[in-house]
């Protein structure tokens, strides 16, 4: 049996003596946004691990959590808010293309972070089809705004992160 042991930077705070509240405020809030800063690498991350633990896949979810909007967006280019009705448990979303939410998500003062998530309609396709939505959904968020970007792939067993704009190079941001 193979034991795997995570382990976590830890980092202490020091306060120095005077510190007004607002400074304590803004320590913690650096401390807080270096701990979220974290990329994620590109891959396919499991749910559920070989030896029946959570996998990895449970890291993606909870950054995914830290996120100032998370979109789904389909083969036909349709994005989904997270808008529509709910009947019997069942929420029926509301597509909208692009143009129709640029203004709005122009408008949104929170954007340090977005996550957007590939159906499968389109991860099933070639390669080439998938890395051409991408570029276009990388440029879509960065034009409208967002400083992070990180695009998530449907799967069966778990989530493939196929870019997270914080982990590319420099020059290529």
Do not use: C
Not at 120 to 126: A, L, Y
């Amino acid at each position: 049996m193979i034991i795997r042991q995570r382990v976590r930077r830890v980092s202490l705070l020091v306060v120095p003596r005077g510190t007004s509240l607002l400074g304590l405020m803004l320590m913690l809030l650096f401390q807080g946004a270096a701990l979220f800063a974290e990329p994620l690498a590109p891959g396919f991350y499991p749910v559920i691990s070989e030896d029946g633990t959570s996998g990895a896949g449970m890291r993606v979810f909870e950054a995914e959590r830290k996120a100032d909007r998370v979109l789904n967006v389909d083969f036909a280019r349709d994005f989904d808010l997270g808008l529509g009705k709910v009947e019997n448990g069942i929420r029926f979303p509301v597509r909208y293309k692009f143009d129709e939410i640029k203004d709005f998500l122009s408008a949104e003062r929170h954007k340090e972070f977005v996550v957007v998530r590939f159906d499968k309609s389109i991860m099933w396709n070639e390669k080439v089809v998938v890395q051409d939505r991408l570029s276009e959904v990388v440029s879509q968020m960065k034009g409208v705004g967002y400083k992070r970007v990180v695009v998530l792939g449907a799967h069966a067993s778990g989530v493939h992160v196929l870019i997270d704009t914080d982990s590319e190079p420099r020059g290529k941001r």
